[in-house]
């Protein structure tokens, strides 16, 4: 494949993505460092952290960018420019779009002038959104063929529910307004993906952000405030046309096409339900869903319900789409599964780094479809890991897994208060990607609870170059 540089950001292809030069090795990460709910006083900021071996920083956060604002939340990012933008000279991968979960800002980060020292660029304020859109609680951001940004949101500047969309200039980065045209509007929104070679673009449901702001009631779910559907739109019209009902239970959070864009079908993980659901394109034309994996619930004692389910929380799809990963949250575990048949997912890795059903915790296992004992608790290092596994991160070659363990600060503080009083970390797990197989780099821990502020909830990762689940083919 030609040099980034000569042909626009990106790679021509996902498989050149994979292949890169000489195979690409990732020598820094970026992600967003969370203060809301720890008790800490001080901004979110985005840490640059050292993932070269042969670094003498390697695990090491090297640079850290505070955002001049408190209780922001930063939660995922997004680049102004991506593999959609490929060929076009003139574009740059130089910006770090950061939504605000709850303040409802955007940064915009220069990336471009010093990779490994990252600088505000420009600041869009809540207000932009409100008025413009009519919309708040950014979420997911993906850049465009067109060079703009695209971004979902959650809900309305009241704090319900609304599945709208915001829509950034990609030179200028003020906000244009709606990207969606017409009446309907889907009553929940959250994550997105499109793909135009099928004229189609499809986002999730989490939750009302009133009701999710401070944690979790079950009760909620009966009464209508978590999502329950895809919601399918038309790419050109900016339409939407359709919902894909996946069970009251279901909450459907991280959506991910296949990369090849000529495929017409993804996979969704839905928390609740710990489901996994493949979507595909009818012959009729119109889209439909049918669950592929099925995490069971564990019957429990000493937690929140009786019946303690993976919660999905992050899943992703390697560049050649051989392999899904996704993480359970709860129980603990990280799982990879051959999907060269896509309606027959094959498990074929599975590691746990903590979770909610360790041995000797407050929870004790009464049933369990899958596991003969409750998992040792997680130590790397001579640390043992509070919370569990949350966003995953794929290198381009599909060898190397990273993850950390904070989901949302307003959860992560119902679910795992220790997260919150020690921080969370990342981690790095290996892959074998002939077979199949998952275990844990032993050498690799960094430890957001040693930050200079005090312990911090980190989440999102993103690679300079892109990564698996940041750029999208045209």
Request: proline residues 7%; aromatic residues 10%.
């Amino acid at each position: 494949s030609a040099k980034c540089g000569a042909c626009g950001p990106g790679y021509a292809t996902p498989l050149d993505a994979m292949k890169g030069k000489d195979g690409p090795r990732e020598e820094i990460v970026y992600l967003p460092c969370i203060y809301r709910n720890t008790g800490t006083e001080k901004p979110d900021y985005l840490a640059t952290v050292d993932v070269d071996p042969k670094s003498p920083y390697y695990c090491q956060v090297i640079h850290r960018l505070p955002m001049p604002n408190l209780k922001d939340e930063l939660h995922h990012s997004g680049w102004n420019a991506c593999s959609s933008c490929f060929g076009d000279a003139a574009k740059r991968r130089n910006r770090l779009i950061l939504p605000s979960l709850i303040s409802s800002r955007i940064y915009v980060v220069d990336v471009g002038t010093d990779l490994r020292a990252p600088r505000m660029h420009k600041i869009v304020e809540p207000v932009e959104l409100f008025w413009k859109g009519n919309v708040a609680n950014p979420h997911t951001s993906h850049c465009l063929g067109s060079g703009d940004i695209l971004i979902s949101c959650l809900g309305d500047p009241s704090g319900n529910g609304k599945g709208g969309f915001i829509l950034l200039d990609g030179e200028t980065f003020e906000v244009k307004g709606n990207w969606e045209k017409g009446e309907k509007v889907p009553p929940l929104g959250y994550d997105f993906w499109y793909q135009p070679r099928h004229n189609v673009l499809m986002s999730t449901e989490w939750g009302t952000p009133k009701v999710l702001a401070d944690g979790f009631n079950p009760a909620d779910v009966e009464k209508g405030h978590y999502g329950r559907h895809i919601n399918v739109w038309d790419w050109n019209s900016h339409t939407y046309i359709q919902a894909i009902d996946l069970g009251k239970d279901s909450i459907p959070l991280e959506i991910r096409f296949l990369h090849n864009p000529d495929a017409a079908e993804g996979f969704v993980g839905c928390a609740l339900s710990g489901a996994v659901h493949r979507f595909y394109k009818t012959e009729k034309g119109d889209w439909a869903a049918e669950k592929v994996i099925e995490v069971p619930s564990k019957k429990v004692q000493g937690w929140l319900l009786p019946d303690m389910p993976g919660l999905i929380t992050d899943i992703l799809i390697s560049l050649d789409d051989r392999f899904l990963y996704f993480s359970n949250w709860l129980h603990g575990d990280i799982r990879q599964y051959d999907i060269s048949n896509t309606r027959k997912p094959k498990l074929v890795g599975q590691v746990f780094l903590g979770g909610s059903v360790v041995k000797g915790g407050p929870v004790t296992v009464v049933e369990d479809k899958e596991l003969q004992c409750q998992p040792e608790p997680f130590v790397i290092k001579g640390k043992r890991v509070p919370g569990g596994p949350q966003m995953i991160q794929l290198s381009l070659d599909g060898k190397r897994l990273y993850v950390t363990t904070s989901l949302y600060s307003g959860w992560d503080k119902q679910f795992y208060p220790d997260l919150v009083k020690e921080g969370s970390v990342m981690l790095q797990i290996d892959v074998d990607t002939e077979r199949g197989g998952l275990k844990v780099n032993k050498n690799f821990l960094v430890d957001f609870g040693k930050e200079p502020d005090g312990p911090v909830l980190a989440h999102e990762i993103r690679y300079p170059g892109g990564d698996s689940t940041s750029d999208i083919w045209m």
